[in-house]
Every structure is written in structure tokens, then in C-alpha cells.
């Protein structure tokens, strides 16, 4: 979303909030909201505060006999003592499924094509974004991403199958697979299929033709008419990663099936079946082309064991705290694997490098950032769980022990002079995510700047002839978010009002004080 621009009132989602004078715990969950409303989901909502003591016609209305209750759009969504986790789940329930219907629009296709002509003059001209770290990332920083959205909600991987299939259509793959393979361009449609496959199995091996590092190397399994399977190995998505009883690779699924539909001119699906994420050695993926069908049209299919993990229960835990929980261990994991590998511990891929290309980072943000208006949300809302949850907070409390400071910060100065230290101790700068780090004060005393150069998630995207009028940024602002929210007093509000995809070198994010509804709007 440009920075000068916001959601009209009429798209924002409407949360109603019952409480009374005498309601013990009515505080707590307006905490809540207020968190999730000034952080998470800064400008998604609209909140109106209701007293039944004094609006008892409104509380009639809805029904309303006890407090507290949360309502969205008309329908009672939580009540009693609330927590941040069902509050957040019980949104992006109502969100995504509306998300996901959503059909690819002109403004979508138009910023992933800037991006990839971006992309193909990095790779192919080796025309370098960052002067002073390269182009490439460890791909712990791409896993983070990944990982931190599937674990907000059930229905991600669904999203990011789509996200991944529209890059497919309008990236830069179809034009590596060209290079890659100029037979890709054959007139039959089987045989075109088949080179098609051949040239992917390229894309995802190594090779410094087209350096992106995706996978260390990709077999064609099996072929045969309009279905294969192909076999890839250390995979960036899931290299390093445990057996969490789930697929992993949803958006690389996604991104073979859109790569395939663009060169063949149909439909095709993809189902991955074995992965990391399920403890298998290796990532497969089935695919067949639907002769003749709709580009899109069709079906995205889940594993049954997958399924079978968001429906189970654990003792008194149901299905999607149980997969959270599931996931929080996976992350501090695989995060882990991924801090040895970049202190050379450990390879992730014994067979290759660990380190990716940017573009890779910066493709599947890119196609998720623009599917739908509240998506820049999502990555806030995962970047920001990555910072409460994530490793590294052991870092931020040696910083602080060294200060002598104690928990919580009142000053809002002080906690973001601490945030730069930790942004820049060399552990963050062996990941590659970003070279040095500024910090000054706003206007406001209640407001401070950090200033990110060579971001990972959006440099380049500032040297196209057609600037993008966006931030890149949301799950950068919210990972910042999360980790102030662990010293802080309040948790902060973090926005990004400077970007590479705003035309500018560098990344800007303003940090303010927390969020408070107006208890008399309603």
C-alpha cells in the first residue's frame, strides 16, 4: 500500500467490542484488540467500543446478555476471557477465504513483471543490486517467511499454492526456461511438455547458467502423456527442516504449476507428496496438465496427511493450537540448523550452498503482496510472530544486560537504540538480510525511525523505469515490531513509509507508541 494511502471505511472490517463498567475482565481483551488492531492489523479494522450499561437497545440487538464479546461483520466471534492467538485466528478465518477467492487483477501482473525484468538483469546481465553484500541471501531469512505464514492459519498453504502459481504465469520462469532449454518452444503440445520438464529439472539443479540456488538438484521421476513427477533435493523451503507431519513447499507447487500453464497454454495441477516437513529425504511433486482447460482452473489439492493434522486433537489442545504449537518448534528448529549454518557448523545443504538469490525472497513476497489488500497485513502479522517467538531473543537480553536496563523499557528512544544494535550484531549481518543500519528520532517524542539499507526483501525494485508507488517491507516492519514488543512497555506500531518500491535506496520504518480505540465510536 503506498504510504500515503489507506483503507476507505466501507473496506475496513468492522469489530464490535461489548463491555460494561463492571466487567473484570473486559480490560484484558480490549488489550488485546488494541494489539491486534494498532499492530497486526493497523489500519484493517474499524473498532467501536459498546456499553451495555449505556447502549442497552445495541446490546438487545446482537443479544448481547454477557460481556465480553467480540463481533465482526455481524457475527459473534469470541466471547469471555479472550486471547490475542483466537482473536487473530477467529480474523483471519473471516479474511482469507475471501483472500483466496479473489481472481487475479491487471495491477498484480504489472508489479510481478516490473519485478522480474529486475530479476533477469541481476541473473542473466549479473548486474548486482547490492554493492555491499551481493546478491544473495542465506536461506534461513527465506525460510522465515515461509514458515511464519503457515503458522498463522490452515488455510496458507492454499494461498500461497495461488501466490505461487500467478509467479509461475508472470515471472521470470517461463523466460529461464528458455534459456535453459530452447526446445521448451516446440510445436507439439507433449513434447513440449516433456522439454518443459527437462528445463525445470535444470532450474531446480545447480547450475550457473540461471545461479538462483532453489534446490541443489531436480530429477524427472516420471513422465508419461500429460503427468510426471518431479523429484528435488534440499529444496530452499524445506532444506534443514523437520518432520512437522506437513508439506512445506506449497508456494514452489504453485510456481511449477503457473511456470507450466504459461509455456503449455493449459491448466495444470500440482500436488507435492513427500517433503522434509513429512520427514522424507527429498521434496516430489506429482503434476498433470489438463489438456484444453482454463489457465487456473485447476483444483489445488492438500495431502490427506496434512489434512489429518489440522483436524486431530492432543489431549485437551484442539486442531489449531495444537498445529501453532507443532509449529513453534518447527521454527526454533529449523532456525537453529539455520544459525549453525551460518556460523559453518553445519550445511543445510551439504551438496550446495546455502544461500539463495534475493529475487527468489523478493518473488514470493512480491506475489503475495499483491494479491489482495489485506495481504500486506498477513506479512505483518507473520513477520511480527517471528519476533515474539522467534530465536535470537538472547541477543536482545544481553543487549539490555549490558545497558543495565531493566524489563520493560518506558523509553521509546532507548528500546529502538537497542533494536539497531541487535539488527547489526554480526550474526543478523552473516545472514546477508541487510547491510548497516540507521536510527534517529522523529518530530514527535513519541515517535523514532530506523532506516534499513540493502534490504533483502525489496532492493532493485527502485530501479525499474515504472516505480511501484509500494512498501515491500510488512513482515520486516513486523518481525521489528515483535522484538520491541519483548522490552517494550506497549507493543509498538511499526510502518514502513520509505522503500525501495517507493523509489527510494533504502528502507524506512517509523516506530510509535501503541494503538487506543475510541471507546465512544459506534
Known amino acids: 500500500m503506498a504510504e500515503d494511502e489507506t483503507l476507505q471505511d466501507t473496506e475496513r472490517m468492522r469489530l464490535l467490542f461489548f463491555t460494561s463498567p463492571t466487567c473484570f475482565a473486559c480490560p484484558d481483551v480490549k488489550r488485546v484488540i488494541e494489539n491486534i488492531a494498532g499492530t497486526s492489523m493497523k489500519g484493517m479494522l474499524h473498532v467501536s467500543t459498546i456499553d451495555i ?5 445495541i446490546a438487545a440487538k446482537y443479544g448481547i446478555l454477557s460481556v465480553p464479546v467480540v463481533m465482526m461483520n455481524e457475527e459473534r466471534i469470541a466471547e469471555g476471557l479472550i ?3 483466537v482473536i487473530r485466528e477467529k480474523l483471519w478465518s473471516q479474511i482469507l477465504p475471501n483472500i483466496i477467492s479473489q481472481e487475479k487483477d491487471t495491477r498484480r501482473k504489472e508489479s510481478m513483471m516490473i519485478l522480474t525484468k529486475n530479476t533477469i538483469s541481476s541473473i542473466i546481465s549479473q548486474e548486482i543490486v547490492r554493492k555491499n553484500l551481493g546478491d544473495y541471501v542465506h536461506i534461513s531469512v527465506y525460510q522465515a517467511v515461509m514458515m511464519s505464514l503457515l503458522q498463522l492459519d490452515p488455510l496458507i498453504p492454499q494461498l500461497l499454492y495461488q501466490s505461487g502459481r500467478e509467479l509461475g504465469i508472470f515471472g521470470a520462469a517461463p523466460y529461464y526456461l528458455t534459456v535453459l532449454n530452447p526446445r521448451v518452444g516446440a510445436v507439439k503440445p507433449e513434447e513440449r511438455f516433456q522439454e518443459v520438464l527437462l528445463a525445470l529439472a535444470q532450474l531446480y539443479s545447480h547450475n550457473t547458467t540461471v545461479p538462483l540456488y532453489h534446490a541443489t538438484q531436480c530429477d524427472v521421476a516420471k513422465m508419461e502423456g500429460y503427468t510426471a513427477t518431479l523429484r528435488i533435493y534440499e529444496l530452499a523451503n524445506s532444506a534443514g527442516a523437520i518432520n512437522i507431519g506437513e ?3 506449497h508456494f514452489t507447487a504453485g510456481e511449477i504449476a503457473g511456470t507450466i500453464e504459461a509455456m503449455i497454454g493449459s491448466a495444470t495441477s500440482v500436488v507435492e507428496t513427500k517433503c522434509k516437513g513429512l520427514g522424507d529425504d527429498y521434496c516430489e511433486f506429482d503434476i498433470e496438465v489438463h489438456i484444453g482447460k482454463e ?3 485447476a483444483p489445488y489439492k492438500i495431502l490427506d496427511i496434512s489434512q489429518a493434522k489440522q483436524v486431530q486433537f492432543l489431549g485437551e489442545f484442539p486442531a489449531e493450537e495444537h498445529r501453532r504449537q507443532l509449529f513453534y518448534e518447527f521454527i ?9 549454518s551460518m556460523l559453518m ?4 545443504r551439504p551438496n550446495d550452498l546455502d544461500y539463495v538469490h534475493i529475487s527468489s525472497l523478493q518473488q514470493q513476497i512480491m506475489s503475495l503482496k499483491f494479491r489482495d489488500k489485506f495481504c500486506g497485513a498477513l506479512l505483518y502479522s507473520a513477520g511480527r510472530e517471528l519476533g515474539v517467538i522467534g530465536p535470537g531473543k538472547s541477543h536482545i537480553y544481553d543487549l539490555l544486560a549490558s545497558e543495565d536496563a531493566e524489563l ?5 528512544k532507548q528500546a529502538t537504540e537497542i533494536m539497531k544494535k541487535y539488527l547489526t550484531h554480526p550474526t543478523n549481518y552473516l545472514s546477508r538480510q541487510h547491510s ?3 536510527v534517529f528520532e522523529g518530530e514527535d517524542e513519541d515517535e523514532m525511525f530506523i532506516r534499513i539499507h540493502e534490504c533483502a526483501y525489496a532492493s532493485g525494485a527502485n530501479l525499474s523505469e515504472t516505480n511501484l508507488n509500494e512498501v515491500l517491507c510488512d513482515f520486516q516492519a513486523g518481525y521489528i515490531a515483535g522484538r520491541l514488543a519483548l522490552i517494550l512497555n506497549d507493543p509498538p506500531i511499526v510502518t514502513e513509509t520509505k522503500c525501495h518500491g517507493t523509489g527510494h535506496n533504502f528502507c524506512e520504518f517509523k516506530i510509535e507508541k501503541g494503538y487506543t480505540f475510541d471507546e465512544s465510536d459506534h
Open 53 to 57: 450499561s449505556e447502549e442497552q437497545e
Open 83 to 85: 486471547t490475542e492467538d
Open 247 to 249: 508439506t512445506l513447499c
Open 295 to 297: 489457465i487456473g482452473k
Open 332 to 340: 526454533h528448529e529449523t532456525t537453529q540448523h539455520g544459525y549453525n
Open 345 to 348: 557448523k553445519e550445511a543445510l
Open 408 to 412: 520493560p523499557i518506558e523509553s521509546l
Open 436 to 438: 548497516f543500519v540507521d
